[in-house]
């Protein structure tokens, strides 16, 4: 089975400072990949996904990730942190059939005005 | 666009009762599936559906119940709930292709005594 380790269950950023989100898989095969955000007391929402083709892939709302495979990472950026992105971020991984996805155990974002 | 929906967005459950959580998706979606949110273990597969009357386990399907009479709907069935199963319930639906993301409802919110 697929894990997903998400470094750093909190992460405090000051407004206008880059956000850092790091995500390791491990698959011996190419996953698919995903970064969701969660705001509180609703579900998941989809910021970006790499399944082939350009390594970085650009989200929703200035999000970005880069996939690297001899690191098995895929950790989230954005260049400058506002206050409306504090939230939850889970990054996700499936493969093959992309029956079953896996879902790190999320990092929760504060962003310091 | 309704999305995913789920009902009901909260419910408290004596130890030993039994309750469904419904799951609606209007997109077509031939992929369905269902999780567990608890803190610090991020989302966990419950079970999951390929199309119309074909369910499958994840993770952790133990003292839940699924079926897919139609392509629209996936319940889930506590049949005797624990405390343990006090959890927030996530549905989600995608397109079959292993690549897609899934969609995600807003949630149930459940409690057992």
């Known amino acids: 089975a697929q894990s997903v380790t998400q470094l750093g269950s909190h992460v405090s950023v000051s407004e206008g400072a880059l956000v850092l989100l790091r995500c390791n898989y491990s698959?011996?095969?190419?996953?698919?990949l995903f970064w969701y955000v969660q705001y509180p007391n609703q579900g998941l929402q989809l910021l970006l996904k790499?399944?082939?083709?350009?390594?970085l892939v650009k989200g929703i709302n200035g999000f970005e990730a880069e996939f690297k495979k001899s690191e098995t990472s895929f950790h989230l950026t954005k260049p400058s942190a506002h206050m409306s992105d504090a939230a939850e971020y889970f990054c996700?991984?499936?493969?093959?059939?992309?029956?079953?996805?896996?879902f790190g155990t999320g990092t929760s974002l504060t962003v310091i005005p | 666009n309704a999305g995913v929906t789920q009902t009901p967005k909260f419910q408290v459950l004596k130890t030993g009762q039994s309750m469904t959580l419904q799951c609606a998706q209007d997109?077509?979606?031939?992929?369905m599936s269902w999780y567990r949110q608890d803190p610090g273990m991020g989302l966990r597969l419950i079970h999951y559906?390929?199309?119309?009357?074909?369910?499958d386990q994840g993770e952790v399907p133990n003292g839940y119940n699924v079926s897919r009479s139609t392509t629209e709907d996936f319940p889930l069935r506590l049949l005797s709930a624990a405390p343990s199963q006090t959890s927030v319930y996530f549905c989600?639906?995608?397109?079959?292709?292993?690549?897609?993301?899934?969609?995600f409802g807003d949630g149930t919110r459940l409690s057992i005594l």
């Open positions: 559906s390929v199309g119309a009357g074909i369910t």
């Open positions: 790499y399944t082939t083709g350009a390594t």
């Open positions: 997109m077509n979606h031939e992929y």
């Open positions: 989600a639906s995608k397109k079959g292709q292993s690549y897609q993301p899934q969609h």
């Open positions: 996700a991984v499936s493969e093959g059939t992309g029956n079953q996805f896996y």
């Open positions: 698959s011996s095969v190419p996953p698919y």
